[in-house]
């Protein structure tokens, strides 16, 4: 059950608090409630703030993401999920982690015309770019500027191999192009779904699609013929954990052929956006999942340790390897590898008809 929260509750929304910005010296507070009633309102709605980036694809240095290069036609996010990794780095543009990360989104404009010219760049070799490495790409204000779009439209004209994840079902609309990608055994798509509760799932990932429209994902891109894998991600111990075997019985029924996970951390600004959730909408948990959290990071709730950081360490860390191992096992899930081709990548003579 759901459990009561404080009458300030931010309907839709996953944070509930805007933690201080450790990169700024001013610190806003409310000092009086007269006459900050159109403040509040209007800080409510989600802005666009257009930026002109110098580059869109970046290097990934991390070793146990998965990925080598990232591509984020948007930064901040109003999926709203609580525990997202990504809300630290809105810290970076003068924003907060919190609620700001859900309400002020970046908008990559001129992402298009980067990616063409990092992709002609002299001795580019193909290798597998990620969309999402960040924020989603799918995420709701791409129905509006679709970026995402003309960046899978670029991909396809110079066959790019690309590696994506998101876990909202906006990513149909695309399934034409990643249709003719997967023909060319240039695309892999991974689904978000850590948990099957949809009570849950409202309050911790506020705005995105339901786990339901989620495995109609999975299962419409793979009658297309588009390989399609599953993270159940991140897995909260004494919360979600126990969906494992659910879940993946769930995804390889839809046709997944591949699974991931990852356990929770709450580095940085996260951890108190976290906590604060949690005491609000499950008090009567709060000490078992805090704890169990921190008993899969040495006694924290992060762990920045390469290999240890996104699967964690300890007995409930093992209980939910094995888990997560056999019943990938009894699914059969994993067992084939997704190599993407790279030795198709070329510069289109016409790059005008593009756009």
């Given at each position: 059950m759901i459990g009561e929260r404080e009458n300030q509750y931010f309907k839709g929304r996953g944070a509930q608090v805007n933690p201080h910005n450790k990169f700024l010296k001013d610190v806003y507070v409310k000092e009086h409630d007269e006459g900050i009633d159109d403040w509040e309102e209007s800080d409510r709605k989600t802005s666009f703030i257009f930026e002109n980036s110098k580059t869109i694809v970046n290097k990934v240095d991390s070793p146990d993401v998965g990925m080598a290069y990232s591509l984020n036609p948007y930064q901040g996010c109003e999926h709203g999920c609580t525990y997202c990794y990504a809300r630290n780095s809105?810290?970076?543009?003068?924003?907060?982690?919190?609620?700001?990360?859900?309400?002020?989104?970046?908008?990559?404009?001129?992402?298009?015309?980067?990616?063409?010219?990092?992709l002609e760049k002299k001795g580019w070799d193909a290798t597998t770019i990620s969309l999402s490495g960040n924020t989603d790409c799918y995420q709701p204000a791409e129905r509006k500027f679709k970026l995402t779009r003309q960046l899978l439209e670029i991909a396809l004209a110079y066959k790019q191999p690309i590696g994506m994840i998101t876990k909202n079902s906006l990513i149909l609309r695309d399934r034409d192009i990643l249709k003719e990608m997967?023909?060319?055994?240039?695309?892999?798509?991974?689904?978000?779904?850590?948990?099957?509760?949809?009570?849950?799932?409202?309050?911790?990932?506020p705005r995105t699609t339901t786990a339901k429209q989620r495995l109609k994902v999975v299962e419409e891109l793979s009658k297309d013929g588009i390989p399609v894998g599953v993270m159940v991600a991140p897995l909260v111990p004494g919360l979600s954990d126990h969906e494992i075997p659910k879940i993946l019985k769930a995804v390889a029924n839809a046709g997944a052929i591949k699974a991931g996970y990852t356990v929770v951390r709450l580095n940085g600004a996260i951890g108190q956006i976290f906590e604060d959730w949690l005491l609000k909408n499950f008090p009567d948990r709060f000490d078992k999942v805090w704890h169990s959290i921190q008993s899969c990071h040495g006694g924290n709730v992060n762990d920045s340790r390469f290999g240890d950081r996104m699967r964690g360490d300890g007995n409930i860390s093992q209980i939910i390897r094995d888990n997560f191992r056999l019943h990938c096992r009894l699914n059969g899930l994993n067992i084939k590898d997704i190599i993407l081709d790279h030795t198709l990548f070329k510069v289109p003579s016409n790059q005008a008809s593009l756009f």
């Amino acid at each position: 059950m759901i459990g009561e929260r404080e009458n300030q509750y931010f309907k839709g929304r996953g944070a509930q608090v805007n933690p201080h910005n450790k990169f700024l010296k001013d610190v806003y507070v409310k000092e009086h409630d007269e006459g900050i009633d159109d403040w509040e309102e209007s800080d409510r709605k989600t802005s666009f703030i257009f930026e002109n980036s110098k580059t869109i694809v970046n290097k990934v240095d991390s070793p146990d993401v998965g990925m080598a290069y990232s591509l984020n036609p948007y930064q901040g996010c109003e999926h709203g999920c609580t525990y997202c990794y990504a809300r630290n780095s809105h810290q970076y543009w003068g924003y907060s982690a919190g609620i700001e990360f859900e309400r002020k989104i970046i908008v990559k404009k001129d992402a298009p015309t980067l990616f063409k010219k990092f992709l002609e760049k002299k001795g580019w070799d193909a290798t597998t770019i990620s969309l999402s490495g960040n924020t989603d790409c799918y995420q709701p204000a791409e129905r509006k500027f679709k970026l995402t779009r003309q960046l899978l439209e670029i991909a396809l004209a110079y066959k790019q191999p690309i590696g994506m994840i998101t876990k909202n079902s906006l990513i149909l609309r695309d399934r034409d192009i990643l249709k003719e990608m997967a023909k060319l055994n240039l695309c892999m798509v991974y689904v978000s779904i850590n948990s099957l509760n949809e009570d849950l799932r409202q309050v911790m990932e506020p705005r995105t699609t339901t786990a339901k429209q989620r495995l109609k994902v999975v299962e419409e891109l793979s009658k297309d013929g588009i390989p399609v894998g599953v993270m159940v991600a991140p897995l909260v111990p004494g919360l979600s954990d126990h969906e494992i075997p659910k879940i993946l019985k769930a995804v390889a029924n839809a046709g997944a052929i591949k699974a991931g996970y990852t356990v929770v951390r709450l580095n940085g600004a996260i951890g108190q956006i976290f906590e604060d959730w949690l005491l609000k909408n499950f008090p009567d948990r709060f000490d078992k999942v805090w704890h169990s959290i921190q008993s899969c990071h040495g006694g924290n709730v992060n762990d920045s340790r390469f290999g240890d950081r996104m699967r964690g360490d300890g007995n409930i860390s093992q209980i939910i390897r094995d888990n997560f191992r056999l019943h990938c096992r009894l699914n059969g899930l994993n067992i084939k590898d997704i190599i993407l081709d790279h030795t198709l990548f070329k510069v289109p003579s016409n790059q005008a008809s593009l756009f």
